[in-house]
Structures are given as C-alpha cells and as structure tokens.
C-alpha cells in the first residue's frame, strides 16, 4: 500500500521525515520502505506568469512570449495553443530538469532566443498526454518551485499491509497507526452532505437474493453530475500512489477507495435497466464484459451484480463495461457494499483477476463505515462535478458486526510480555488504536474491538497490539536454563553416518528437485508404472511427477558438469523418492551417487584411466566397511538402465536394498552423457538396521597372521565369486581372510581359461603357527579347489 | 713415518675435496683408502713396527682413515646435488597424488551448523513427511480455507486435500499431536511453494523450524534464545532486531533482522538501505493452533521461530542465486 505523506497528513499530524516515518512503521506495524516520488528529479521549474504574447514573424504556430518569474523576466518562445497573456504557468529555466531527466536549455527557434520553456503537464510527468502548457488556476506566486504546488515534493511510502489488517489498506489505517505511533490525534474526515428530493429510494431499488453472499448493500443517486477533469490536488493524490486519473467522478471513487479502505462503485445510472440492483448468483453459463474489455463466463461461484435484466459487474470483482461512468453520463448510481470475503475470493481466483477491490473486500471491509464511505464519495461527487445527491440511501440487507469485547488480565499480559507496561498504559495504546477501553474485572481490562478489526479476537491478539505499539524492545531478552531430554532418531544418525562416510570416500553431496518428467524412467529404459504421485498444479508441466528416483536428476547433474568441463565425477545424494501407497504416499530415503571421467584424480606419473565396474564397486564396498555393514552381497541385475553385464542387485543382510553398475551405453547415448557412468542406488532404511552402533570389543590377536598365494587357472566361467564362496565353506579353522591379488588372461594361460590369484591369510589367538600347519591348511583348500572347479595351479 | 702420513692426509682431502666427477672421486678413493692404498699398507705394516711407534702410528692411522671418510661422504653429497638429484631423491616441489576429496553440501553444512546450535540449546530434531494434509499444513495452523493468509504460500497440490508442505509448521502440529508439553524441537527440511524461481525464490528451499511449549513461556525467552542463536551464528557482536510481523499461527508475532552484514547497518543495495536484513519468522504460539492439537491454552504458552536455511547460507557466503543450490554445478559446491 502506496501512501503519501502529504495526503497522511490530511489526518493525522506528525513531525518525521519519511525514512524515520517508515522505521517507525516497521518497528510497529509491518516492513514499511520509502520509495522514489514521481516529481523527484523535477528541478529549476518555476510558477511564472504571462506578460505578454506575440506572433513568432517567421513561425504560424510559434508565439514569442515575456514572462515573469520573479528573479526576472525573460523571452520564450512557446508552441502550445493554449498559451494568453495574463496566465500562470510554469517556466522551465535554462538548466532546469524535467519528467525523464531532460534538461532544459536555451534555444533558437526560426531565429528567436528562448530562454527557458513554458511547460505541460505531460512534461512534468503528470499526464501522458498534454493539449497545452501547464495553467494554475488558483493564485500562486510568480517565482514558486512548482513541485510544491503540485506536490511534486511530496514523499511516499510503502507499506507492506499483511493479510489480517484490511484496515491498513485505507490511508484512515496508516494514519491511525501513526496516531499512535507519535501520540496525536487521528481526523476522520466529516461529511457535509446537501441532499436534494426525489429521495434515493424513489429513484432506484437494491434487492439480495441471499444475504450470506452479501449482508448489505447501500446505493445512493448522483444526478446532473458534470464529467469532467479532477481538480489539480485530486489528480496529485492519486498519482502520488500510482494510480492515473480518469474523471472527476471515477476519480472519487478511487480516492475514497483508498481513503477508507472500502472499494464503491459507480454505475452510469441511466444504463441500469429498470434502475434495479439485484445481488445474486451468477447461472452456468452466464456472460459478462468486464471493465476490461474481456467478456466472461461466469458459474454460481460468482456472485454479481445485475440490473432489472441481467449482470453489470462481478460483485466485489471488477464492474461490467455496459454501465460504466463515461463522458455522457449524467447520473450516478453509487455502491457501497459489504461482500462475503470468501466468495469474493472464490470468484477472483476463478476469473484470475485480483483486483484493488477484490483484494479489498476477500480481507473484509469494515461494516460499520459504509453509511459514511458511500456520503464522503457523494459530497466528492457534489462538490467536484456538482452532482445532485438525493436524499437518503437505498438500504438492502442489514447486517451488522458483532460487537467483540475481550477482557485482557494484566496478568497474562505481564506474565507474556515480561516486564510489560503499566496497566494505565497499555490502556492508552489500546485506545490510540481505536480500541474502547474500560476497567475490567480482577486487575484486567475490558477491551471493545472496533470494527474495522475483526482480526482481534482473543486476549492473544490484544497483546500482541500492546507488545507491538509499546515496542518489542522494551521485552527483556531471556535465555532460561531447561532441561529436556534430548533423543537423536537413529534413522536420521544413520543418514548422516552414510552421509559422512560417503563424502570420505571422496563425493560430493548434491540435492536435486523432488519433481520428475512423465517420462524420466522412460528416458532410462525403465518404466514409471503407475505408482508415481501426479501434482494437479505443476509449476513445470514438464516435470508433474513426484520423483520415483533420483537416477534421472543425478545423471543430469552429471550431464552438466560434463558439459562444462567438470568430467571428473563423484556427487551421491541422500534424498526422498515418492510413491503411491494406496490412498496414502510412501515416502522412503534414497542414496544415489554417481562416477564418471577418471578413476583416479591425475597424476604426474600415471595415465588417466576411465572409471569402471570395480571402481565403483569397490567404493560401495568401502562403504559398507566404513559403516561396518560387512554382510553386502550380489544378486542379478534385470533392469535396463544399466548394463546388464557390468551391473548387479546389491544385498545387504540378504535383502535386496538397490542396484548398481554401469550406465548402458544406450542411456548413455540417449542422455547426452560422458562415456562411462558407474551409478548406485541404494534404499536407505533397510541399512539402518545393519549399522551397528558400537561394535564389541575383542582381544587384539597378538601371535602374527601367516600369508599364502596360489593362483589358480579355471575356465572363464568360473567367477571369483564361486571360488571364494568354496573357500569360505572350507571352514578351515585357521583360516582368518582371503583376499585376490591377480586376474591373468594371456599368454600364459590357455585359450578360454583365466588364472586367478588368492592371498590366504592364517591366524591363530592361542599361538604363532607353524609354517607345517599353514601349508597343510593351503594344501587341504589347493586341494579342494582342484576337484571343485577343475582348476590347476598356475607357476 | 707420522710425517708421512700426515702428507698423506693433506693430499687426500685436497683430492676428495676437489675431485670434479664422480670418476676423480673414485679414482681418489681408491688411491687413498683403497685395499691397496699407501694408508692401508701402512695400517698392515703395523705390526712389524717395534711396541711404542705401533701405538702411535697406530692411532694417527685411524684418525686419517675416519677424518678421510667423512671428507669421501661430504664429496659424494656435494657432487649428487650438484647433478641435480640422483634418482633416489625427492623432488618436494612436484604435486603429490591426490585422493579425491569430496564434500557435503552448503546446505547440509548450514544445517549441521543449525542443528548443532539448537542442540547446545536443549532443542531436539523432528521430522515430518513432505506430502501433508490440509490439515497439518494450514488448518491447524489457523489458515483456513479460503484465508487471505493462504496467498503466502502458493502450493503444489497432489488432489483435493494432499498437498506439498509450504513450511516445516506442520512438523509442529504433528509433534504436539503425538506429545504432552514440554516439546523442545527443531523440525529441519525441505519445503516447497509454487512459485517461479528467480534469484531469491526457490521452488524447493530449506526450512528450519523450532517450536516450544511449557507452562509460562515468555515472548522475551524467544527473543533471548533468537538472539543467542544469531549471536553463535554470525558473532556475539552482530546486532538483532524483532518488529511485529503477521503469521496466522502466531500471536504476537515478529520478524527477526539482523544488521546487514555487507554494509554494517550503513545501508546499501542488499538490505534496501535499511541497514537490516530479514532472516527469521517467530511468535508465541496463537491459542488456535493449541486448540488444534488438544493442549489447553490456558495453561501452556509456547514460542515458534522458522528460517530459510539457503537464505542464511547465502548472507554467509554472499551467494547472490539462490537457484545455484540446486543446480549442483561442482565448480560452485567446492566454492562455498
């Protein structure tokens, strides 16, 4: 809300410049900033008269002009039709800045000097479009800054009003809250109304068809209005907050809109058939043209504003074009009502119009102040286009807001606010605000809520009045010592636990959109099934889905950073994925991750190698390590995104928590992405359970481990997995770990076999092992293997 | 013969020292101290000399041999470096070979500092899911429907009555549902609005919520505990501000400022000249919202603070995109 201080001014009294004004408002009422006025850059323009004005000898359209402006005179040379002797205007001096920051010089025209420039309106940034200079019409002095007498040098604030203070989006509001901010006095302004015969009520007729919709409504009549202009300080006013002029008597409508905070509308009287307000539902199907020039379908959502025949205006919303105030308009029918704040609201979010009346009426105006909003526009409309206002009002509906009285104990205040003021005074700040104050009960006050302050309604929302006009500086900062156990939820510690692990393994951690394309699994191979959570109202209708994964989101990270030069890649996040659960939504924690680029950072003395299976492999592994997870295990994989002969399921604690592998080169292709993506993604919650908190301690062995190589040369098919899976049911009692160091294809071997090498380590927590007992347990498991696999040992 | 040797020392060190190459060194060492060396002839010949010259010659012998020996090693140094390092030395100024270092987050690290914090202050973290419910999301938190307040939160709806959660408010309700008072929390989390990223606006952003509820909570413990926190936060030093705000589950409400930490409360562009900068949302629980979860108003009072965690990563950092958190480029993640 745009207000200026010298239209504040108007009602309350004040001794702040704008910046202290608007610290004082925000420390008070809500963020309130001062803002750049119109006029502000206008300089070296001055009011000066005309003394004489002659034809231009060699221009028909050129006067040649004497002016006074009261450091002198001086010649200009002037275009505009408009221009006699004897008339106020305002003189640009040479040197002098006008609207847009034009700069103002002396001239020759057809060979005569102009020594500054009578200017318009337009060029002072008043209008958009100027017929002649600028003519004051009451007496100034020659010689005055005309940014003062335009207001020009006025300054403006803006005040961020919240949703629970409709009062504040009328100046009244403002200027009550600066009434009490600074202790002065708040002037509504009085109603001096001339009403003439034939009474309203003869002249038209309001019904309602359903009073929730709207309680009341007051039409009154305007006749023989004259339309035309507004006067200079109406034009000011409305500019000075943004808003253009329009006529005299839609000029008023605004100004009290914003005076009061109230929205009226004015209809061309002769346009309303049969002269007939009727308050009802719109009809599916029903249409109305807006002031806007849209024509609109209306549904029983919206309640409107008909004539004898048919819609007008959508009430609260915005008025119809049919019956709007133009220049041929002669009477008016104004209105002033009070709307039900959610069908106004309904029905401008139906029609995607907020309007300054809409906004108005869906925060609820004040009922109480209508009988005086709808006289304040009539005695406008009398005095400014010297309508006729005829006796009394249209009156419809008669509703009234309840009276709220809340008792305040001093008590609770106190014991909220700590130290808190004085009864006396928190009485007196309550009062400044409008609020009727009496003694209470039991040390407290009986509070009367005005009505224009519905969003007070309980002892809490007093004190909060008291604590904000009082200061919330004068509440003594506490840090009180509680004690409340505190328990850590071992879900969460174990995502953070993954969380650091993760990140010491050299990743790092990205966070991406919970939002997901239609077809992201598609895009991968794999399909979205119809378990994915649609959003009605997407923001991207790219993206309406829920993410079912964060593979898409993390392979385009992975596309971006290639793109830019990042190629070397290890990014993982720790996110949710969203699925449908019947009528509910199952909501699960997700760690994804991502390698790609080289497998080791670059080195002097080493080639960069490409990530691949084992790198990644090996990382998960690590992982499970670093967490003591030590029971992870394969499974087969049979997606698509992955490459079905470098990509596996992973078990953890036997259950099946992911996937990982590399990315198939088709998705690779498909995504744009760099040539190998080792990618994992592994359901959260199910490792919880396997971390263990502490582990247990044992003795630290303290006789030495006894190592033995063998390498053994079995057919390609024959996995790693196999041999060592035999080796462990060996179940050698020594035996303590194996681990492989080698894999061999070439030369060395046949064609179709592989050899492969396995370190055997022996131990024993009673004694140091003979070499006699370690090589007859290698020589037993040798021995097996052999027979197993059909293995031989390789030299 | 002492005299002799003592030539022979003098020569031998003029030679070590002054050999040019590894070859002279050898050369050197092989004339001198070699098996068939003058000063190893003299040290066999020992025991043919009578008992008291044995002695003598005998020590001086060995003084020459070690005295000749540290002169070979300085020699050998000398020359290796001046080659410019054998192949077994280190050259300290090459890179070494780096592991690949990873790291969290900004915002997980601005959370970790939060929650870190809040902890030192007795709050505990609870959690809540992000599909929510009418209800826990803006019902309870006395928002009805068609409430002006509702313009405040642009919502991605999933059907009539499920939604994304706009705050991490209704993580508030859901605690107080399922606890009796005293409730400490801290409820941390992504949120989400429905409104057109731009450089101060995320469609999914961090939230960090705190809720407390005892008997006789005051309006002053919340601003003491606020301003401890920004205090730990961004220095003892920095300078808060609470004015009155609107938050319809809240009342009295305020919004916390800090002094704008790029011109120190001088003014400029990043805090509108206003010398404050707006980081956290507080008040004292309104009624309503006790009603809403069964507590009894008259007998507990609470206070509710919430902030922007990207936000106060941003004043931190002097991030000036809020959108460059979710975009992951890892140029910026190992910036800030």
Known sequence: ???????????????????????????????????????????????????????????????????????????????????????????????????????????????????????????????????????????????????????????????????????????????????????????????????????????????????????????????????????????????????????????????????????????????????????????????????????????????????????????????????????????????????????????????????????????????????????????????????KVARGIVDAGSWKAPATTIELHMEKLESMLAPGPPKEKAAAELASLGFGVSDGPDDSLRVEVPSFRHDVRLEADLIEEVARVDGYDKIRPEVPFHSIAVTTDPARAARDAVREAVVGLGFHEILTSSFMERDALEKLGESTGDEAIELANPMNKEMPLLRTSILPSLLDVVRRNANVGEGDIRIFEIGKVFRRAGEGADERWMLAGALAGAAEPPAWDRQARPVDFYDGKGVLWALGEALSVDSLGTACYDGSALDGTAAARLLAGGRDVGAFGMLSPKVIEARDLPPSVFVFDIELDPLVGLLAATGTFADLPRYPKARRDVALVVDERTSAGNILGEIDSSEEPLLTGVDVFDVYRGKQVPGGKKSIGFTLTYMSRERTLTDAEVDEAQARIVARLVEKFGASLRE | MIERLKELRGEAVAAFDGAASPQELEEARVRYLGRKSELNQASRGLKDLPEDERRAVGRAVNEIKNELAAHLTAATDRLEAAAGGAASSVDLTLPGRRPWVGGKHPITRTLERLESIFAGLGFEVATGPHIEDDF?????????????????????????????????????????????????????????????????????????EGLYVDRGVRFGELMGVLTKFLGELYGEAIAVRFRPGFFPFTEPSTEVDIECRICHGRGCPVCKNTGWVELLGAGMVDPRVFEAVGYDPDVYTGYAFGLGVDRIHMMMCGVNDIRLYHENDLRFLRQV
């Open chain 2, 136 to 208: 826990h999301n803006f019902e309870a938190l006395n928002i009805p429907p068609d409430h002006p307040a509702r313009d405040m939160h642009d919502t991605f709806y999933i059907d009539g009555d499920r939604l994304l959660r706009t705050h991490t408010s209704p993580v508030q309700i859901r605690t107080m549902k399922s606890r009796k008072p005293p409730v400490r929390i801290i409820a941390p989390g992504r949120v989400y609005r429905n409104e057109t990223p731009d450089a101060s606006h995320g469609s999914e952003f961090y939230q960090l």
């Open chain 1, 1 to 387: 809300m745009k207000v200026s201080l010298r239209w504040l001014r108007d009602y309350v009294d004040f001794d702040l410049s704008a910046a202290d004004l608007a610290r004082r408002l925000t420390e008070q009422l809500t963020e309130t900033e001062v803002v750049e006025s119109a006029g502000s850059d206008i300089t070296g323009v001055v009011a000066a008269k005309v003394i004489t004005v002659d034809r231009h000898p060699d221009a028909d359209r050129l006067s040649v002009c004497v002016v006074d402006w009261g450091a002198g005179s001086s010649t200009v040379v002037c275009g505009a039709p408009n221009v006699k002797p004897g008339m106020m205007s305002a003189l640009a001096v040479p040197g002098a800045v006008i609207a847009g920051g034009r700069k103002v010089e002396e001239v020759t025209l057809r060979g005569r000097r102009s020594h500054g420039m009578l200017v318009s309106a337009r060029e002072l940034g008043l209008e958009e479009h100027s017929d002649g200079i600028l003519e004051f019409e009451a007496a100034v002095e020659v010689g005055t800054d005309v940014r003062g007498i335009l207001g020009l040098d006025d300054e403006v604030i803006d005040v961020d009003v919240q949703p629970n203070r409709p009062d504040c989006l009328g100046i009244i509001g403002i200027a009550r809250e600066v009434a009490a901010a600074v202790g002065s006095k708040l002037r509504i302004p009085e109603v001096d109304l001339t009403e003439v015969d034939p009474g309203a009520p003869e002249l038209a007729a309001v019904e309602i068809e359903d009073v929730q919709d709207c309680p009341r409504y007051i039409a009154r009549v305007i006749s023989d209005v004259e339309i035309g202009p507004s006067p200079a300080w109406l034009r000011t006013r409305l500019e000075s907050v943004g808003l253009r002029s329009i006529s005299n008597v839609v000029d008023v409508t605004n100004f009290v809109m914003l005076e009061f905070g109230h929205p009226i509308h004015a209809f061309d009287y002769d346009t309303v058939r049969e002269h007939r307000i009727v308050v009802r539902r719109a009809t599916a199907g029903e249409r109305l043209t807006t002031l806007d020039g849209v024509e609109r379908e209306l549904s029983p959502k919206h309640l409107l504003i008909c004539d004898g025949r048919g819609p007008v205006a959508a009430a609260g919303v915005m008025g119809g074009g049919g019956t709007e105030v133009g220049d041929s308009t002669k009477n008016v029918l104004l209105e002033c009502a009070w709307f039900d704040p959610v069908v106004v609201r309904r029905g401008a979010q139906d029609l995607g119009i907020r309007t300054d009346a809409s906004q108005r009426f869906e925060r609820g105006v004040d009922p109480l102040a209508m009988e005086l909003v709808a006289a304040r526009a009539c005695a406008l409309m009398n005095e400014l286009a010297q309508g």
